[in-house]
Each structure stands twice: as structure tokens, then as C-alpha cells.
């Protein structure tokens, strides 16, 4: 095993890791457009030497590393887009692209990962097995690049898969993980709802939407509160209402749109069906009619057991670390979730607070930042992950 090298050669290249997330944190590109980005992601590696394949799935790179000895294959995960969000912090590298900005930390992962590839690529003389570094396109947007990237063949002879995400609601210096679901199924919906509009002096002669669209919003929020089981978390939740009109003039029709985030497709399937049922209980009674999209998302992030443990032994390895703790599941929506339905893996948060804040700003906050010294402890538990998952089952087959 390698790992003091590997942290060694970590340590020595940080300075090139902020680099590279600086770079790419003034140069953000949204879901679905990081041409540039692809770009650059592939030259570095083309610059070591390295083989990439481009334009997988889409936008996406991927790199293969071999070792010198026989061995497992393990793949290694960063996504790169960027948000549709003004940045509003006054840093050196602040984004230079108007109304985009990387608020989620994908600039990191990136960066991480890069890095991580290129210490990889020095000690492969000395290494077993194959290590594929996955990056990726378009988390933020359904369908998402993971999808289309699988399609590909991304995961080609993989035997198991590793990712994290910057986090910086949680202290620098802290890992958190979870067996079995630790993000949620991310769908979204879309109800029109058809009045008849008319003057605002003569409601009596109208199918006010605005009133309609009221109360159904209203009439949502028991479907998780009185219809789902409390043992299983949901959340349903009303993003937008809009109705447009003239102060004098009762709405023709209305449209609202929301999200839902679950983590039993059982409990999925019923939220939808349930929605649609409410809407058509509303509009009944208010003799309106109604258009209905449910658009399904990313599924749930479903952790493998054996993976997890995997990741929690070898977190105690790295310096620096010194909180390891299994978290609550976290509603936000992650595309990783389809890596784990292929093969065997897990996903976990690092900790990227920032220095000297109590209160961090979230992510897909337009003053939103992470503590740069994270992408360095996360590319130390993945390198060591890597390696001793390959020396775990070496040692498995001579046996």
C-alpha cells in the first residue's frame, strides 16, 4: 500500500488543485453547455500522458489509469457544470461569466479529482488494477449527465465506484456517511389550472384560477402530512404560483410548480398518483379543469452497506480527519444515485466550511464558498479508498 506517498504527492500539489478550482470557478459553464470545461478536463490529462475519452455520453471525460499489477477496477466520480446564479462574493477568482456561477462546489470535485488522477498516474508503476476517473456533465439538471454517460460505457468493466461532495454545512475535517438512502429522489411537477376569467368587478361571472390554484396548493400539503406513513420521509413543496394579470381582471388560469423528494419508490409512485387525485377533487368542486406534469427525476442516492464500511475504515487512514459520523439523509437530489443501481459503491459528504463563518452560506447561494483545504482531504480518502480497495481484494483472489 502507497498511501504515505499518495498524501505526500497530495500535499505537494495542493497549490495546482486551488489553482485548477480557481480557474474553473472564474470560468463556469451551466449543464449541458461545459464545452470549455470538457476542454480543459481532457487536455490535462492529454498534457500527462494520460488516456481520456471525450464527448462520453455528452460532455463528459473519461480517463483510465493502469497499474503495473492485475487488480480491480475502480472508478472515481466528479461532476463539473455550474448554476444560473449571479455570484455576489468579492473574491479574486469570482465568476467572470454573468448570471453563472459554480455554487455547489463542483469547481472542487473537479479540481479534487484532477489532482488525485495525476498523483494516481505517477504511482502506477507500483499500483494494481485500473482506476477510472468519471467526470462528469450536468448533475444540476434533469436527465442529468450520469445517465447518458452509463449509456456510454463509463462503467466498463468497473467493479465499484467512490464519490463525494464538498459539504459546507459541515465542519472542515469531518466525513459523513449513510448506509442505504442518503439523498432522495428529486421530481418536479406542473399544474395549469383552467378558469374563466372576467372582470374583477364581476367575480360572480368568473371560474376565478387564482382561488382555485389557492386552495389545491392548500389541499397538497396533506397529501405528506395525512396520507403518507410519518415512518417515511417526503416532502412536497409549492415553488412557484403564477397568474398574471391586470389588478382589475380574475385570472383565466394559473400555474403552479413544485418539487418532491422521497426516498421509497413506493411512497414515489403514491405521491404522484395522490397529487393528481387531489388536483381533480379541486377542480371539481370549482368546476375548473386542469393540465398535470409529473416530470421524474433523479432517484434516490441508495448507499451499498459493505461500500460504506469500506469508506468509514478507510477515513480513520487519513490525517486531518477527525470526526467521522453516519448523517441523517439529506432531501436534496444527486445523479450518483444511477452509478449505484449499475455497481456496488458508496457516496459521502466532506466537510468544506469555511474558516472562521458559524453560519455557512448553502449551497445554490449566490455568496456561496467552500474551505479550499476540503478538496485535499477528499482526494485523500478517495486515493486511499482506491488503494485499499485494490490491496482488500487482491489479497481476496490469492486467497
Known amino acids: 500500500m502507497n498511501l504515505p506517498e499518495l498524501f505526500t504527492k497530495l500535499e505537494e500539489y495542493y497549490s495546482e488543485m486551488v489553482e485548477i478550482r480557481r ?34 455520453g455528452g460532455n ?15 472508478a472515481l466520480r466528479a461532476d463539473f457544470d455550474a448554476l ?25 470535485h473537479t479540481a479534487t479529482l484532477l489532482v488525485l488522477a495525476k498523483v494516481l498516474d505517477e504511482l502506477k508503476d507500483d499500483l494494481a488494477g485500473e482506476y477510472v476517473m468519471i467526470h462528469q456533465h450536468a448533475e444540476e439538471y434533469a436527465p442529468g449527465g450520469a445517465i447518458s454517460m ?9 467493479d465499484v465506484i467512490f464519490g463525494t461532495h464538498l459539504w459546507s454545512p459541515v465542519p472542515y475535517g469531518e466525513i459523513q456517511y449513510r448506509k442505504g438512502p442518503i439523498m432522495a429522489a428529486a421530481d418536479r411537477f406542473e399544474i395549469t389550472i383552467q378558469g374563466f376569467g372576467g372582470h374583477g368587478a364581476q367575480p360572480h361571472k368568473t371560474k376565478d384560477a387564482i382561488v382555485v390554484a389557492s386552495q389545491l396548493v392548500m389541499n397538497l400539503q396533506q397529501i405528506v402530512s395525512r396520507r403518507v406513513n410519518p415512518i417515511d420521509s417526503a416532502v412536497l ?103 449505484l443501481q449499475h455497481v456496488k459503491g458508496t457516496f459521502f459528504f466532506t466537510g468544506a466550511k469555511p474558516d472562521g463563518v458559524d453560519t455557512p452560506y448553502p449551497h445554490h447561494h449566490p455568496k456561496f464558498d467552500i474551505n479550499e483545504k476540503a478538496m485535499l482531504l477528499a482526494a485523500k480518502t478517495l486515493g486511499s479508498a482506491a488503494l485499499n480497495y485494490q490491496e482488500e481484494n487482491t489479497q481476496i483472489s490469492s486467497n
Open 23 to 56: 480557474y474553473l470557478h472564474q470560468h463556469p459553464e451551466l449543464s449541458f453547455k461545459e464545452v470549455n470545461t470538457a476542454k480543459y478536463i481532457a487536455d490535462f490529462y492529454k498534457k500527462l500522458g494520460i488516456e481520456v475519452r471525450e464527448n462520453v
Open 237 to 339: 413543496s409549492v415553488g412557484s404560483f403564477v397568474a398574471n394579470n391586470a389588478f382589475n381582471v380574475i385570472a383565466d388560469s394559473a400555474k403552479i410548480t413544485g418539487t418532491v423528494r422521497t426516498f421509497n419508490e413506493d411512497v414515489r409512485d403514491f405521491i404522484e398518483a395522490e397529487i393528481e387525485k387531489v388536483i381533480k377533487g379541486t377542480c371539481i368542486a370549482s368546476d375548473s379543469t386542469y393540465e398535470y406534469l409529473y416530470d421524474r427525476g433523479y432517484p434516490a442516492v441508495v448507499n451499498h452497506d459493505a461500500e460504506t464500511d469500506f469508506i468509514v475504515s478507510t477515513a480513520k487512514l487519513v490525517d486531518d480527519i477527525h470526526s467521522i459520523k453516519e448523517t441523517d439523509p439529506e432531501m436534496g437530489g444527486e445523479d450518483f444515485a444511477y452509478y
Open 60 to 74: 463528459g471525460v473519461v480517463a483510465r489509469i493502469k497499474g503495473a499489477k492485475p487488480g480491480s477496477t475502480v
Open 150 to 158: 452509463i449509456k456510454d460505457g463509463c462503467l466498463e468493466g468497473v
Open 84 to 108: 444560473p446564479i449571479q455570484e455576489e462574493n468579492d473574491v479574486p477568482y469570482k465568476s467572470l461569466v454573468p448570471g453563472v456561477m459554480h455554487a455547489c462546489g463542483h469547481d472542487g
